[in-house]
Structure formats: C-alpha cells, structure tokens
C-alpha cells in the first residue's frame, strides 16, 4: 500500500514513524501491553502497545484482532535487540484491512491431508515461506550461472507430438483431433536450439504421468536443462557439479535464514565442492552387493539403492555409464563398450535421490533410427529430431536437473511437495 514500509527495511528507519501493511499471525496480552506478531513476507515483526502511552482502545481493538486478519499499523520504530530484525514497532494506529475469523489451519499440528487442502492457506505459515524463498533464490541461482557461461535461454513448447522419456509416463491432450502430449522433457527442442546458438537451456514445467507414490516424485515439475554442441560426456559432467556447486554456495551466502527456518544443517552443504566423485555403473553394483544389496548387472536402481549409493559419499556423486538397454533411446554408446551409454546420474547425500540425469546424444542418424525402433518408436514421429542429425550434426550433450529435488536436498525438505507453491501428485490435482 502506498505510503506503507515492507518491513525487512525498518532497521533502516529507527526512531521514524512509519506505517506498515501486513497479516497478523497471533496476539498476545499481558496486563496493560498488547504484542502482536506480524508478516508482510518481506519478514516478521513485533508491534507492541502499552499502556498508559496507548490508549485503552487501541489495547482493546489489538486484543480483538484474529490470526490472518490484515492490517496497516502505523508506529514508532524502535531498535530492540530481542526482536526479529533488532527493531519493533510502537503501535499508534490499527486499521484493520481484512478481516479472518475461523482461519483454518491453527497453531497446532495438522495432518499432511489437511494442510494439502488447504494448500492455499498453509503457503502462508513461516516453514512454507521459507521454503519458497529458498526455492526463489535456487531458480534465481541457476540461471545467474548459465545466463553468465553463455547459455542461452530457449522455450521449449509444452504440448509435443511425442515422447522425449519413454511412453509409459505421457499425459494425453486431444489437440484439435489429434493425439498431442504434455511434454515430459523439453530436451528434444534443446537439441535443435543448441545447433542454432551452441549453449542453450530451458527452464519450466514438465510433466510425467509418474505412478510413483513417493516423496521425490511429482506428476509436475520444473526442470533445467542446459544442452551444449560440440560437448563430450566429460565436459557435460564438469558442467553439472560447477552448476549444482555454485548454487549451493550462492544458497549458503544469501538464504541462511531460510536454511536455519527449515533446521537445515548446513555443514552438509559446505562440502559441496567440486570435484564431485564419479562412479561407474559396474563399481556401482560392486560397492551394492558388498552392502548387501541383491542387484545383479543390468537392475536398474530403486531408491533404497540410490540412498545407499549416496551413503557412501560426503557430497552428490555421479554413477555414469549405465546399461545402454535400460536408458533413453538418444543416449550415446560408449564407443569402448557399446553396451553402455554415455549417461550419468547425479545422486545428492541424504537420500535424496537423483537430482540430474544426463547423457551424451547420438548424432548419427543411421544409430538414432535404428534406436527409435529398438524402443518401439516410430521414427517419422521423430523426422524433425532425426534432421539434426542430417544437417551438420555434432557431438552433444545436456542433462536435466529437476527443481524440486535440488530444492529438497538444499532445504533439507522431508517431501517433494513443499518444495513447489501447488504441488500435482499421483493424487492430488486440488487446490
Ligand atoms: O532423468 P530424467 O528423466 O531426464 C530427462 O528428462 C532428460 N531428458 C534430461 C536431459 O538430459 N535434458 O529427469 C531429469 C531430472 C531427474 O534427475 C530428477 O531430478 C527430475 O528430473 N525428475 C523428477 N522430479 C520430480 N518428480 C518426478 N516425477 C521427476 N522425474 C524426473
Ligand atoms: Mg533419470
């Protein structure tokens, strides 16, 4: 509201009177004094009112006042070290805005149903906010890095005439007739953008029809990835830990306070630094049976081997080279062992599973058919995708990094759906 002050900047205004708009999360009365606690989502203050400098009615009215009620105070700012930000606000004036009575979700403890219903209410509380701070600041943070190494930012569509990630997981659009497909990757498109400017990346929602009920899955979540041209398998590794490494600092340097809202432990986070260790796929296997683990070669991974794997490292560690028959069909061959593609899998500590995957591409034409068909796809679905091999094809590579993972693993956020304002789960599509 004009005229009003957000009320992270009032350290900058002490012994000013000022007017701040904000929604009050509890009042508390003790004898003649009146605290009320409020947010603006810029931060949290303290607005006080004692007797006998505040009048009567203006103790009576705070008194009244109910969780979520929005208000414009106005006041003198104090420095009070006790209080969040060093200052409070000496109340003269309470102009209530909107009123709230009955607000649903109370001080106590609710079951994860309930608050997901009243998603819409609970991104409100001080956890929630935190967490999408922090997610705001990881976006911002991933694109402050590729923005500055060349990368170029390009839109993929959102509705494809195909699968990028297996048919299994597509969800169907009747598109004016035709059968079109929210997209599951918007990889595809990065590879023909990257053969017109060399780096480029997208960022923005992907979908996948997941069946999965578990704490990492999302039916939608927003992705990056950065595809490069004239990229080995290596030089795309180096630029996945740099990424993830530089954003975990940036975190480290400007979302504390959220990392300390969420009771992150942050010395995890401070060993993030790059070299990232590398295991094969093989090693995988080997370091899995010797825990214990009944996995042969060729078993893909579930997520207890996953966070067993990453158990054994201090910091996210990479599994590369992994059978070419369980992987995508565009994924290089290793030309020194053609059953193994040149992809790697990011796992990040803690169990939190597989933050980036990606792959070296196929760039013959002749492979990248055979492979399609291989996979059950009919290649002249693909005859654009195939023309990038036809017109100047060079070695490229690109990974995915997904969002909500990265930002559950930085936050140290027990479940995917915090990580995101409105989360789409294999049951949920409200609010
Ligand atoms: O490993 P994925 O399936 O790779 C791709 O889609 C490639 N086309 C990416 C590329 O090379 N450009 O997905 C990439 C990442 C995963 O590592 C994971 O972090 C995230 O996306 N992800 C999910 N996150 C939440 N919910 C799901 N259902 C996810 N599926 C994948
Ligand atoms: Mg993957």
């Known amino acids: 509201m004009s005229g009003t002050r957000p009320i992270a900047q009032l350290p900058q205004h002490i012994g000013a009177q000022v007017r701040v708009a904000g929604w009050v999360t509890h009042v508390r009365s003790s ?196 595809e490069m041209a004239f990229c080995e398998f290596e030089e795309n590794l180096a630029w996945q830990e740099r990424l993830v490494a530089y954003v975990v600092a940036d975190v480290l340097a400007h979302r504390r306070a959220e990392l300390v809202a969420l009771g992150r432990d942050t010395t995890a986070l401070e060993r993030v630094e790059v070299p990232f260790p590398r295991i094969a796929y093989d090693e995988a296997v080997e370091r899995l049976a010797a825990a214990g683990f009944a996995v042969a070669w060729g078993d893909d991974f579930g997520s207890p081997e996953e966070t067993a794997l990453a158990g054994m490292f201090d910091r996210p560690v990479f599994v590369h080279r992994f059978p070419a028959r369980q992987k995508a069909f565009y994924m290089q061959p290793d030309p020194a062992r053609p059953e193994v593609a040149l992809a790697a899998d990011l796992l990040a500590p803690e169990g939190y599973g597989e933050i980036v995957g990606g792959s070296q591409r196929i760039h013959d034409v002749e492979l990248l058919t055979a492979r399609l068909v291989e996979h059950g796809l009919d290649p002249d679905a693909y005859s654009w995708y195939l023309d990038l091999r036809r017109y100047g094809s060079v070695p490229h590579s690109g990974f995915g990094l997904g969002l909500e993972r990265l930002v559950a693993w930085i936050g140290g956020l027990e479940h995917v759906r915090e990580t995101i304002p409105f989360p789409r789960t294999l049951n949920r599509v409200w609010p």
């Open 31 to 226: 004898g003649k004094v009146r605290f009320l606690a409020l947010r603006d989502g810029s931060g949290d203050l303290q607005v006080v009112a004692r007797a006998p400098d505040a009048p009567d009615s203006l103790l009576a009215q705070m008194a009244s006042l109910t969780q979520e009620t929005s208000v414009v105070v106005a006041g003198l700012v104090r420095g009070d070290p006790r209080s969040p930000g060093g200052v409070e606000l000496a109340a003269t004036e309470v102009t209530v805005v909107g009123s709230s009575d009955g607000y649903p979700i109370a001080p106590k403890e609710h079951g994860v149903d309930f608050l997901m219903d009243h998603r819409h209410l609970w991104v409100r509380s001080s956890r929630q906010t935190a967490a999408l701070r922090l997610r705001a600041r990881i976006v911002h943070a991933l694109r402050a890095f590729l923005d500055d190494h060349g990368f170029v930012l390009t839109d993929p569509p959102i509705l494809t005439p195909a699968a990028a990630e297996g048919t299994s997981t597509l969800f169907g659009v009747d598109y004016f007739g035709e059968p079109a497909f929210l997209s599951q990757s918007g990889q595809l498109y990065m590879e023909a953008t990257a053969m017109a400017l060399g780096r480029v990346y997208s960022f923005g929602p992907t979908f996948r029809a997941e069946k999965s009920k578990t704490r990492r899955h999302l039916t939608e979540f927003w992705m990056v990835e950065p």
